[in-house]
Structure formats: structure tokens, C-alpha cells
């Protein structure tokens, strides 16, 4: 099954089985899901959760209570202006800065809370939090097909404040973890795939990008994207 054809098998098996949750519909989004919370609290388990000081999460909102417990727990967010729009392409959300942690960690609530930085001044990451419309338990992450979570982490990588190391972590339903995802040579594969009953550790085979794929982004994507600028191979 390709890719597109796997992001709709898993919407309308959310929707139709009545474990989607608000935004809705589930397509065309990294979809909520019945027991988010719980699969939240079961990665908060984790001594890499526990190890990590330093987050960079995605928005959506499957995730929205992970990024609510690692600001409860002291943790220092980071998360993406959306579609890397802004030369400041990240929201840096410290919990000891914030006066309002919970409104600070929803997407509609971050610009008016939490300070925007440029990729220079981001500290480094200890554990990536990914949102996921389908996955394989060998660590093979399919997204809403827009490219910019991996672009994210290209980024961060290119400024080595991520690397071969760093843990990246998903939580999504059951109904999203799949056999036979297929990879690109982009996609970031995943360390730690969590459900609200499970925690699979991949043993990923796949090789994690070294950084900005090129051959990946067309001249409109760059020109969108003012902080590629500087890592341009064409200076």
C-alpha cells in the first residue's frame, strides 16, 4: 500500500470506528484518538522521558497532552512555527517563563505565550515527540504527507543539536501501527512507538538522515522557508 493510500485506510478506520477525537474529521491531519492522555502517561514512564530536560514536539493535537506534562514536569519545550514560516521558525516554551503552562502548550495558544526563537539559539534536544498518522513497529513513521516534522528535524540536525542518538518517540492509537510502512531516504525513523496500552521499543533498521535531504524540496519549498537559507548548498 503506498503512502497516501495508508493515510486514508487509517482516517476512515478512526472515524468510522468511533475512536477519533476533536479536530474532525480525522483526515488530512495527524488525527486525535481515544485514550491521547493515556498514551501520554505511559511515555512519561520512560527514563528517556525522565532523562530528557528538552523537548521539540509537534503541535497537533494527539499530542497536546504530552506537551502538557512535560511543562508540569519542568521540561523546556520547543515547538515549530507552523510550516517553518519565519526565519524564528520555533516557539521556546519554558515553564518557569510561562504564566498560563496550559494555554501555552496548545497551538492556538502558543504565539500569544511562548517566546520565538531562530534555530541558533535552541538549546539541544534531548527527546523528539512526533505526531503520526501511521507506523510500524520497525520504526517506520508515515505523517500527513506534508514533509515538515522531518524538515524539523533536518534542521536541528544540521545545527547538531540532534543526532544518531537522540530518542524520537510517538503516541498514537493502536489502529495506527501497521506492517510494511514504506521508507524514504527523508523519514526519520522511529526509536519508541507508545499506545495508551503499549510501549514499542523498534530496534528501528532504518537509517536516520544525516540531515537536509535537498533532493527532497523544490524551489518553492525552499524559497517558503526562510531559515534554509543558510544551509544551502548553494550558499
Not at 18 to 30: K, L
Not at 88 to 112: H, Q
Request: some cysteine; aromatic content about 6%.
Amino acid at each position: 500500500m503506498d503512502k497516501q493510500s495508508l493515510r486514508e485506510t487509517v482516517w476512515d478506520e478512526l472515524e468510522d470506528s468511533g475512536e477519533a477525537r476533536f479536530p474532525f474529521p480525522p483526515h488530512g491531519r495527524i488525527p486525535n484518538f481515544a485514550g491521547a492522555d493515556a498514551a501520554a502517561q505511559r511515555l512519561a514512564g520512560l527514563d528517556e522521558w525522565t532523562d530528557a530536560r528538552r523537548l521539540k514536539a509537534n503541535p497537533d493535537a494527539p499530542q497536546l497532552p504530552v506537551r502538557r506534562a512535560a511543562l508540569d514536569a519542568g521540561k523546556t519545550v520547543y515547538m515549530a512555527v507552523p510550516r517553518l514560516r519565519d526565519e524564528r521558525c520555533f516557539y521556546r516554551l519554558d515553564p518557569a517563563e510561562l504564566a498560563d503552562p496550559d494555554a501555552a502548550a496548545t497551538v492556538s495558544g502558543v504565539e500569544d505565550h511562548a517566546e520565538q526563537v531562530g534555530p541558533a539559539v535552541v538549546d539541544r534536544i534531548d527527546l523528539v515527540v512526533v505526531g503520526s498518522v501511521a507506523v510500524s513497529p520497525d520504526g517506520a513513521r508515515v505523517g500527513k504527507g506534508e514533509g515538515y516534522s522531518d524538515l524539523e528535524f533536518a534542521v536541528l540536525s544540521e545545527l547538531g543539536l540532534v543526532d544518531a542518538e537522540t530518542t524520537v518517540v510517538t503516541t498514537v492509537h493502536e489502529l495506527q501501527v501497521r506492517d510494511g510502512v514504506a521508507v524514504d531516504a527523508h523519514d526519520v525513523p522511529l526509536d519508541v512507538i507508545v499506545t495508551p496500552e503499549r510501549v514499542v521499543r523498534t530496534e528501528t533498521p532504518h537509517e536516520r538522515p544525516a540531515g537536509i535531504d535537498w533532493d527532497a524540496l523544490d524551489d518553492e519549498r525552499i524559497e517558503e522557508i526562510p531559515v534554509l537559507e543558510r544551509f544551502s548548498p548553494d550558499g
